[in-house]
């Protein structure tokens, strides 16, 4: 502390000084020309210093390090070390990462290799733990995780409170498990999950000790939830676009309690749109001021989340800073962690640990199937039939009547509806469930993946049933991963050894083969522009209105499982 304070004073030299360039002022909203002073990784002045180390910033701008608020890891298929080095040179610096992809496969295990696989790593990861492994009891997961097991992760270091609360009607209920584990964290933070959620049950759900939410679909949601204490994540993913919906919330007296998430960001918007750069710039384009819009995406993170050394630009703050070229829209030039150049222009100059050889975490366990299993037996002229939505993880139920032939249901692509499946993958249940989706445009074919929220069974969309079990079986042989098949050939497939959801391979290599299988799916006539990752959410049952799991189809509204045919 004492080399701190001589160095703010201008006794002893700071270890590095950026030099004449504009800085973005968090706390007044200004852009002042000055020099950023920094010793051992913290911020100890602005104004005029000088010293021996010294980065020429004039021209350019000084912000502080993206932080992103609300992340799945898992939906990148990267691992922690590859998402880093993917994700510096767009600005982001500190990720606070939900597991609860992988904990639904593996356990504890899953939350081991996160805290394990994300430390010493040029972007700070922090871990939210997963609150709802399973999400309900109407699937099939990995794992179960309880109070007693979410406590023994409870003082890491990284951890900095409990995930997203999916399970809002266990809240609402008092169910004693769901109490358990947010009292259990009652001093810690508490991300919520409550799409919809309104009234006197909204009350209760933020009485329980629950902050925040990233699942506002609308501006009259997001202001109910605001005005009853909420911080709002505003999320712009791959599959949920929201920001543009839900930007006018965002004024001087809302600001602070507004953030900027992406939650779920696949490979290809990852290489080809970017990370937090991306929503930032995107706030900026749709009239948002862009002070206020790096502000969103970090120092009001980092305030929510307890991280009170993050975020801005000021004495005592550590030195995650980015040099913009531009600020509107931000260009990123330079990168600095706690201090340390780690990239500039398209150079890295920090050191990653040693990449570790491609390998498999167990995940496949799967009884026997055949076609035959895919079959679905008329049982009535009409049926329930999940709706998609383009660009929403929401979906309609539709009454719909069904095609048949010979007494079985068959797909009925000249109305776009088509069959549907769910194979247990942990257990060896046995456990499929049947249905049928309208909106996904499959002509022909079959898509099949391991990644279906949150159970992460695996999932098959497909025309015939010889089709669907081809993709299912490619999926199992790969122990996890996803395919695209026609007829009897497999045009294109992904292997995710890591639980069925990741691989250590880089962003480079994954974006290319992602793009080959949305392209592969594109050619059966998919009609959404994310064909995989609009299928994995098909399977979650705590997004209305109705979805598939293993155990058949869930009514979200009524929460329960319900009969495919009427």
Same mark, same amino acid.
């Given at each position: 502390?004492?080399?701190?304070?001589?160095?703010?004073?201008?006794?002893?030299?700071? $270890?590095?000084?950026?030099?004449?360039?504009?800085?973005?002022?968090?706390?007044?909203?200004?852009?002042?020309?000055?020099? *950023?002073?920094?010793?051992?990784?913290?911020?100890?002045?602005?104004?005029?210093?000088?010293?021996?180390?010294?980065?020429?910033?004039?021209?350019?701008?000084?912000?502080? +390090?993206?932080?992103?608020?609300?992340?799945?890891?898992?939906? @990148?298929?990267?691992?922690?070390?590859?998402?880093?080095?993917?994700?510096?040179?767009?600005?982001? @610096?500190?990720?606070?990462?939900?597991?609860?992809?992988?904990?639904?496969?593996?356990?504890?295990?899953? /939350?081991?290799?996160?805290?394990?696989?994300?430390?010493?790593?040029?972007?700070?990861?922090?871990?939210?733990?997963?609150?709802?492994?399973?999400?309900?009891?109407?699937?099939?997961?990995?794992?179960?995780?309880?109070?007693?097991?979410?406590?023994?992760?409870?003082?890491?270091? !990284?951890?900095?409170?409990?995930?997203?609360?999916?399970?809002?009607?266990?809240?609402?209920?008092?169910?004693?498990?769901?109490?358990?584990?947010?009292?259990?964290?009652?001093?810690?933070?508490?991300?919520?999950?409550?799409?919809?959620?309104?009234?006197?049950?909204?009350?209760?759900?933020?009485?329980?000790?629950?902050?925040? $939410?990233?699942?506002? @679909?609308?501006?009259?949601?997001?202001?109910?939830?605001?005005?009853?204490?909420?911080? /709002?994540?505003?999320?712009?993913?791959?599959?949920?676009?929201?920001?543009?919906?839900?930007?006018?919330?965002?004024?001087?007296?809302?600001?602070?309690?507004?953030?900027?998430?992406?939650?779920?960001?696949?490979?290809?918007?990852?290489?080809?749109?970017?990370? =937090?750069?991306?929503?930032?710039?995107?706030?900026?384009?749709? +009239?948002?001021?862009?002070?206020?819009?790096?502000?969103?995406?970090?120092?009001?993170?980092?305030?929510?989340?307890?991280?009170?050394?993050?975020?801005?630009?000021?004495?005592?703050?550590?030195?995650?800073?980015?040099?913009?070229?531009?600020?509107?829209?931000?260009? &990123?030039?330079?990168?600095?962690?706690?201090?340390?150049?780690?990239?500039?222009?398209?150079?890295?100059?920090?050191?990653?640990?040693?990449?570790?050889?491609? !390998?498999?975490?167990?995940? =496949?366990?799967?009884?026997?199937?055949?076609?035959? #299993?895919?079959?679905?037996?008329?049982?009535?002229?009409?049926?329930?039939?999940?709706?998609?939505?383009?660009?929403?993880?929401?979906?309609?139920?539709?009454?719909?009547?069904?095609?048949?032939?010979?007494?079985? *249901?068959?797909?009925?692509?000249?109305? #776009?509806?088509?069959?549907?499946?769910?194979?247990?993958?942990?257990?060896?249940?046995?456990?499929?469930?049947?249905?049928? %989706?309208?909106?996904?445009?499959?002509?022909?074919?079959?898509?099949?993946?391991?990644?279906?929220?949150?159970?992460?069974?695996?999932?098959v969309v497909g025309c015939t049933d010889e089709e669907m079990f081809l993709a299912a079986k490619t999926v199992e042989e790969m122990n996890g991963g996803l395919a695209v098949v026609k007829?009897? $050939?497999?045009?294109?497939?992904?292997?995710?050894?890591?639980?069925?959801?990741?691989?250590?391979?880089?962003?480079?290599?994954?974006?290319?083969?992602?793009?080959?299988?949305?392209?592969?799916?594109?050619?059966?006539?998919?009609?959404?522009?994310?064909?995989?990752?609009?299928?994995?959410?098909?399977?979650?049952? %705590?997004?209305?209105?109705?979805?598939?799991?293993?155990?058949?189809? /869930? #009514?979200?509204?009524?929460?329960?499982? &319900?009969?495919?045919?009427?």
């Amino acid at each position: 502390m004492k080399r701190v304070i001589d160095a703010a004073r201008g006794l002893i030299p700071p $270890d590095l000084i950026l030099k004449g360039g504009k800085v973005v002022n968090i706390f007044t909203h200004e852009v002042v020309e000055t020099d *950023v002073a920094i010793l051992d990784g913290t911020i100890v002045g602005l104004g005029e210093y000088d010293g021996p180390k010294i980065i020429q910033t004039k021209g350019d701008f000084i912000c502080p +390090g993206f932080i992103d608020g609300h992340f799945h890891i898992e939906s @990148t298929m990267l691992s922690p070390l590859e998402l880093s080095r993917a994700v510096i040179p767009m600005g982001t @610096t500190a990720i606070v990462a939900d597991p609860h992809e992988l904990s639904n496969v593996l356990g504890k295990d899953g /939350i081991r290799y996160m805290l394990e696989m994300s430390k010493d790593l040029p972007v700070d990861i922090y871990i939210m733990l997963p609150s709802c492994v399973p999400s309900t009891d109407m699937e099939t997961s990995g794992a179960t995780i309880t109070a007693t097991d979410l406590v023994e992760f409870r003082d890491e270091p !990284r951890v900095l409170g409990l995930g997203e609360m999916m399970n809002y009607p266990g809240v609402l209920s008092g169910v004693p498990p769901v109490l358990e584990k947010l009292t259990a964290f009652n001093n810690k933070i508490k991300d919520g999950h409550a799409p919809l959620l309104s009234g006197k049950d909204l009350n209760a759900y933020i009485a329980a000790g629950i902050r925040s $939410d990233h699942e506002c @679909t609308n501006l009259d949601e997001a202001r109910e939830k605001l005005s009853l204490g909420m911080y /709002i994540m505003i999320r712009e993913g791959t599959q949920a676009k929201n920001l543009k919906d839900l930007i006018p919330l965002v004024s001087s007296d809302t600001l602070p309690r507004c953030m900027l998430v992406t939650d779920d960001c696949h490979p290809d918007d990852l290489m080809e749109k970017g990370h =937090m750069n991306y929503i930032v710039n995107l706030a900026i384009s749709e +009239g948002v001021d862009p002070v206020q819009a790096i502000q969103m995406a970090s120092y009001n993170v980092a305030q929510y989340l307890g991280l009170k050394y993050l975020g801005a630009i000021a004495p005592g703050y550590q030195a995650d800073l980015l040099v913009l070229s531009s600020l509107n829209p931000v260009e &990123v030039r330079i990168v600095l962690k706690r201090g340390e150049k780690v990239y500039e222009d398209g150079c890295f100059y920090c050191s990653f640990p040693e990449r570790m050889a491609e !390998r498999s975490l167990g995940s =496949m366990n799967i009884r026997p199937f055949s076609p035959e #299993d895919f079959v679905i037996h008329a049982e009535g002229a009409l049926a329930r039939v999940i709706g998609l939505r383009h660009d929403q993880i929401s979906t309609s139920s539709r009454i719909l009547p069904i095609k048949t032939e010979k007494g079985v *249901v068959v797909s009925d692509q000249d109305r #776009d509806i088509v069959k549907i499946a769910v194979l247990e993958r942990h257990k060896a249940t046995g456990n499929i469930g049947l249905g049928l %989706v309208q909106g996904f445009g499959l002509r022909e074919g079959a898509l099949a993946s391991s990644v279906a929220h949150d159970s992460h069974n695996i999932m098959v969309v497909g025309c015939t049933d010889e089709e669907m079990f081809l993709a299912a079986k490619t999926v199992e042989e790969m122990n996890g991963g996803l395919a695209v098949v026609k007829n009897r $050939d497999v045009l294109e497939k992904l292997a995710l050894p890591i639980g069925g959801l990741m691989s250590e391979r880089p962003l480079e290599e994954i974006a290319i083969l992602w793009k080959s299988l949305t392209k592969a799916a594109k050619t059966l006539g998919c009609a959404p522009d994310q064909p995989f990752m609009a299928l994995s959410f098909l399977a979650l049952p %705590v997004i209305p209105e109705l979805r598939i799991t293993d155990k058949g189809l /869930i #009514d979200v509204k009524l929460f329960r499982i &319900v009969p495919l045919f009427l």
